[in-house]
């Protein structure tokens, strides 16, 4: 194979091969920076079985599952404990049901919220006669949830504000929401706070219950301005049975709202899956929400995370509004793909022409370089005895320039090199 033949195919696969090297490097930079490709399971910590937020979950399993999305459903005795979880990278936990005044954002810092969802009203209930003042709870039994429950944080902590509960006088349990309800119907215990939603079979089940009262939050105006992550409500009377008139007056209610909280790594599109399954559950009335209330771009305790800001303002990205979900990462992926792709090809592509050039000018420059050593020891000599000796390698080194090749914008450059070999000759030939 000729010389510059072989050069040439030496050249081109040196160029392929640095090519190769950095987009494989630019491709991996993008995956490990910019993690194109979401999780195919993820896991939700859910308040027990029973609980509003619980079947909350189970719904957007089912949502998730219509894109290929594995949710699996964690258990735990409540948003206490959920947060304890979410906030463990190690456990595995990526979302929960949070309700506000549980954390900050200085204790949580890797979580955000992708925004609030409901209304989880303070429930008392009591067994026999309605309780006002807590000199009526001596000896009483009072369920204030489990330990590493949002009802038993929050009752704890401002229902003993007001009197309602006292931990010298009466005896506090510590039920789960389904057994402390059965519980007080059966007259085994005495009142029961729970804090979850209007829709729970468990709160439902009490409201319409004869013997069973709900009592009125008292200065609840106070307490909204004491803890800025309460609302008040007011349940109307007969709402829960027009019938028997269930309740039989306005009860006034404290209730934080519930968001959906998330890890802060937790992949963009499956943010965007879990903003879409959220528009879908809680957008419709209630008793308490108007229509397209919820789900709503609030930060209670807990920054809102960009994507759920993007998502408020503008929806869910177009591909994954347009095309299957799968499909629309996988053309998510490949524009990822050819960023590094793009940005290591276009460089080389601008440069290479020049390098190009360079290399085989720089050959041309080695001959031009013989040739004036060349000259030199013919100057230095000044004796006619090896003038011959002098052209025969001057013949030589015009033999090699003939022989070289370089590309058209050079050859220019190639024809002046052997003019001057050839005037080089004359001289040594006079």
Known sequence: MPSHKLLRRTSVLIALLCTVVLTSLGIWLAFSLLQPTPPRSVAMATDPDGSFNAEVGKRYREILARSGIELRLVP??????SLAR????KAGISMAIIPGGITTQRDSPRLVSLGTLFYEPLWFFSSGHLIEKHEELGGLRISIGPEGSASRALSTEFLARVGIINQKSAKLLSL???????KLLSGEI???????AWE?????????AQGVNLADIRRADAFVALYPYLNKLVLPAGVADMATNRPPTDIV????????VVRNDLHPAIQYLLLDAASQIH????VFRTAGQFPASESIDLPLSGYARQFYKTGSPFLQRNLPFWLAVLIQQSLVLLIPIAGVLYPLLRISPKVFVWFQKRRVFKFYSELKQLEEELASTGSRKNVKDYIERLDILEDRAGRLWVPPSLRPVLYDL?????????QCQK
Do not use: C, Y
């Open 76 to 81: 735990t005795a409540g948003a206490v404990e």
């Open 86 to 89: 979410l906030k463990d990278p």
């Open 176 to 182: 789960a929401p389904n057994e402390s309800a059965l």
């Open 190 to 196: 005495d009142a029961a706070v729970l804090l979850d």
């Open 200 to 208: 729970t079979p468990g709160v439902q089940k009490l409201l319409t």
């Open 253 to 260: 209610l404290v209730a934080p709202k519930a968001s959906l």
């Open 283 to 286: 957008s419709g009335p209630g």
């Open 418 to 426: 052997r003019s001057h070999i050839s005037l080089v000759r004359d």
